[in-house]
């Protein structure tokens, strides 16, 4: 196998290695099952090197390139539905961050077996990459809960042809007042908690303590461009 994928050149040779050291592995495990009863373990990988990034996804020893999205296990079906409707071919970063919150709490909220906190990392080319901060992945998610509710209403309306035009007009002004007063909310409720936590730190850190500005996930800034 090489010397691994640390010591690769190019983003394709290290996703070589990992395609490489998975098939090898049901391969050695293959030997010890009985035929046909091998576990097949379903993976979901990102990788990065030199200002470029992959997706993979792998079912057992196949593994595919998916340059789009990838979901798995259970409420896959459920994902796959939100981001099929959602999904844009050029979408930013927190797009995407936003995207995976909602098919999350889609995937729990109507099917059986999802359930537990939401986690979302993000892997950028160029900056910091990480967990995106938990308290503002469940301010997502209740702020998405919401508009979920009220979109309905608004499909419900635009295709009910007995509402005149002013009647239209205004069952739209109040869900979008509605919605931009829950958006003031969260983003207020993030900056609470972001300050809070600065205070906490400062006090544990004492005359040490030196302030690191965060990024919209969290993540710590740097001063380079990120992507």
Known sequence: MGGGPKNCTSLDDASFEIETCIKTTYNEFGRIYQHGLCPEVELIYGMKMSGQSKLFSAVGAVVNERTDYASGRSGYYM??????RIYLERMTLLQCVILSAYGLFQAKEHVDGCG???HI??????GVSGRVNQRRVESLTQLLQKADTFSGDIILGTANLEL???QFKKLVLLRTNALDEMRKTT???IENARATW???SKILAGPNYKEQ???MFGLPMQSTSQT
Not at 121 to 126: H, Y
């Open 164 to 166: 005149d035009e002013d």
């Open 116 to 118: 537990g906190e939401s």
């Open 198 to 200: 600065e205070a906490v």
């Open 187 to 189: 983003r207020h409720e």
């Open 213 to 215: 500005p965060s990024d």
């Open 121 to 126: 990392a993000v892997l950028r080319e160029k």
């Open 79 to 84: 994902a796959d539905f939100v981001q099929k």
